[in-house]
């Protein structure tokens, strides 16, 4: 500082009346800062309300709710086409004869699958659903294929032969006594199906001209899944 400064200042310090006089600047200077931090809190607390803010609010809303709206919708959707599906596809049946035991039980109750055999054919092993004829009120039966169409099937000292050759099955079932139709071999046509009964020598299968072989516009579908009793419910073999 130069002289003439310096002597100012001082004159200033002496002077009573500026002391004051600058306390009271900085004063409003403060009052002035503190109010305007005021108008910009309000500002920050009222940003919500701001129009823009609003406006953006709303389109988020209605967001939420077509998603929401479009999630119900799909989920709706999709239940009605499941139960179309098993309703089309998939039908219960109840085992109502001895002929498949102990494999099968009489009460036992089973989802069959109406559509497999629409565009496939059945495979040897495959445990079917017939009727015996056309009509709509025919019973219901349960068998295993057994012969495969253009095959011969015959049934000679409890042995099953299918082209001259032994049948080797699966499983251990009963050695068969009757061989019914079978005993000079039954010839399959196209279209045609050998079926048998897991109780071999308590089932009214194609040994026997009341059943006969099973064409396949009769077979209505394949057992699937066993749904009762509960403590057998599950996926069948074959």
């Known amino acids: ?95 109502q004869e001895s002929s498949m035991e102990p494999t099968l039980a009489v009460g036992d109750r089973f989802f069959m699958n109406q559509a497999v055999y629409k565009f496939s054919s059945p495979q040897r092993g495959d445990l079917i659903v017939f009727r015996t004829n056309a009509s709509d009120d025919a019973a219901l039966h349960i068998r295993r294929v057994i012969g495969l169409p253009g095959e011969t099937v015959q049934i000679r000292d409890g042995v099953i032969y299918i082209d001259g050759e032994v049948y080797d099955e699966a499983a251990d079932y009963p050695e068969i006594q009757n061989p019914g139709l079978a005993e000079n071999g039954v010839s399959l046509k196209s279209n045609e199906y050998f079926v048998l009964g897991d109780n071999r020598n308590n089932s009214e299968d194609s040994r026997y001209a009341d059943i006969g072989t099973v064409k396949k516009r009769y077979i209505v579908g394949k057992l699937w899944f066993i749904c009762s009793p509960i403590e057998k419910a599950g996926f069948l073999k074959g």
């Open 1 to 95: 500082l130069d002289n003439d400064n310096f002597r100012d200042l001082k004159s200033r310090d002496n002077n009573d009346s500026y002391c004051p006089s600058f306390f009271n600047s900085c004063c409003s200077d403060f009052v002035l800062c503190m109010e305007k931090s005021d108008m910009d809190i309000a500002k920050i607390k009222n940003w919500k309300e701001h129009p823009k803010v609003l406006e953006l609010k709303a389109k988020l809303e209605n967001k939420k709710v077509r998603d929401s709206l479009r999630w119900i919708f799909e989920l709706a959707v999709t239940l009605v086409f499941a139960a179309l599906v098993a309703v089309l596809m998939f039908q219960t049946v109840t085992m």
